[in-house]
């Protein structure tokens, strides 16, 4: 009797398993390396494989998803507007306040096609490398809001910092102020749902994004990594920096470095729409008109500038990884050096070998990364990536902390910064968005940023590499193994 019920419990695992390897391989639109390697661990681990694919895996061709259909939606003036822009780059006839600009007409063209990114030339930026000067800043333009307040971010943590932003939220939708919030729903996981609810009373509107309904239900993937902020259409804020008090340098992992920028100019319309968009999937409300509402004000004289900057954003609704072709095409154009500071980095096979040949052809590369961790998979991941990289003369060093910040320079001519690192999530199952900011003055002063993080840096050299604590050595493939799963 045990027996038949064993062997009767095998033919079912077997089943299963089986069904699953026919739906990835039929029906989940993965690259040939994931297919083959979630049927490999289907076959070697079964229960444990089924848990992980369903939280990790399954896109269930999540781009034809009737929802993120309704969120792809693009506002006709917006359309006019990339269409119009692109047939000038393609004439060669448009107009660039810094000449120099018009070199960049390919990376330029690329991100309109792919991303509707609408180049914008008048914008004026403030640079943060810590919460200890982005958040007075926010701060200061939340107690001036007048309108409207738009925020998106990935973590709104209930703590001090968290409680001081929401207060100010509070009073200003009770003052007649427009506010609208985006979390996500799994990166904001520890915050209580009625930490939000006295915004909510005051007027407030509050949409967490891609809610799970059951606990049973809860998906790491496609989450919305963004973190925008946008004040009375005049004023917007891109970067690392969530809402939480370890990004003001409060938390176990200090002295935590991150990247933000403040924005005036057109490029505001861009992240308006950005948000907007999201919006319009997170509340299923209808987006407003574009452009032409009451939250595209005039800029001002005074919050003009003279960058150019296009704003880029990918997701899975989308099969073009558009910010990784952007990191690729700026690898592959470089001539002199490129820079890059992620707090993860677990490159596909597109962008090693981008490095790689930019390595061979003469171009320096000098990559920083944590020396703190705050996930150790990951981390282990990241140091098994380092290896074939030094080997083609890839400069390494480990910053004295954490490193949040995510931005990649190339010569002295154009810097990308914002919410995307370089890993498979990012490029592939999250949300993301970033600034390729094509100004000569402003990549210097990142370059002169990255120069004053080299000094808080360790070189990592081969010998040191070789060295590294054993637990990294033997996790390291494991990890590597693991990341095409996603």
């Not at 990166?187 to 509107?205: C, N």
């Not at 003001?248 to 935590?256: D, E, H, I, S």
């Not at 209808?286 to 003009?304: M, R």
């Amino acid at each position: 009797m045990l027996s038949f019920i064993t062997n009767n419990i095998a033919i079912v695992v077997f089943i299963i398993q089986l069904l699953f390897i026919i739906f990835v391989i039929f029906f989940d639109y993965k690259k040939p390396v994931n297919t083959l390697a979630w049927v490999a661990f289907f076959a070697v681990i079964p229960f444990v494989s089924i848990v992980f694919y369903i939280l990790f895996g399954n896109r269930m061709r999540f781009r034809k998803n009737k929802a993120f259909r309704a969120k792809q939606l693009k506002d006709n003036t917006l359309n006019q507007l990339v269409i119009s822009q692109l047939n000038l780059v393609d004439d060669n006839s448009l107009v660039y306040q810094n000449p120099q600009n018009a070199a960049y007409n390919e990376l330029i063209r690329m991100n309109l096609i792919f991303s509707d990114g609408v180049l914008t030339q008048n914008n004026k930026i403030e640079t943060f490398t810590c919460g200890e000067e982005k958040f007075p800043r926010l701060i200061e333009d939340l107690k001036s809001a007048k309108h409207s307040i738009h925020l998106l971010y990935y973590i709104y943590r209930d703590d001090e910092l968290g409680n001081e932003i929401m207060g100010i939220l509070t009073e200003k939708a009770k003052n007649g102020v427009e506010v609208r919030l985006i979390y996500d729903d799994f990166g904001s996981l520890l915050t209580r749902r009625k930490f939000f609810q006295p915004l909510k009373d005051a007027g407030g509107e509050v949409n967490a994004f891609l809610p799970s309904k059951f606990i049973f239900n809860i998906r790491v993937n496609y989450r919305n990594h963004r973190k925008i902020a946008v004040i009375d259409g005049k004023i917007a804020y891109l970067g690392g920096m969530n809402i939480g008090k370890e990004y003001a340098n409060q938390g176990k992992l200090a002295p935590w470095r991150d990247t933000h920028i403040r924005v005036t100019g057109n490029a505001v319309y861009m992240l308006q729409t950005r948000f907007l968009l999201d919006w319009t999937y997170a509340s299923e409300k209808d987006a407003p008109p574009l452009f032409i509402d009451n939250y595209f004000k005039p800029i001002e004289p005074e919050d003009k500038g003279t960058t150019a900057m296009q704003i880029v954003a990918s997701g899975p609704d989308s099969r073009e990884e558009q910010i990784k072709k952007g990191f690729i095409k700026m690898i592959s154009e470089a001539k002199e050096q490129i820079l890059i500071q992620s707090p993860y980095f677990i490159p596909d096979d597109a962008l090693l070998e981008a490095l790689e040949i930019a390595s061979l052809s003469g171009v320096r590369i000098t990559i920083i990364l944590p020396g703190k961790y705050d996930k150790f998979l990951v981390y282990c991941g990241t140091l098994s990536y380092i290896k074939p990289l030094l080997e083609y003369g890839v400069d390494f060093y480990l910053y004295d902390g954490f490193i949040h910040s995510k931005m990649v320079v190339m010569d002295d001519k154009i810097v990308s910064l914002g919410t995307a690192n370089i890993d498979i999530r990012s490029f592939a199952l999250d949300f993301e968005v970033n600034a390729f900011i094509y100004d000569s003055d402003y990549t210097k002063q990142i370059i002169d940023i990255f120069n004053e993080d080299l000094v808080h840096s360790t070189y990592l050299s081969a010998a040191a590499y070789a060295s590294r604590r054993r637990i990294f050595k033997i996790m390291g493939p494991i990890a590597r193994l693991v990341s095409p799963l996603l």
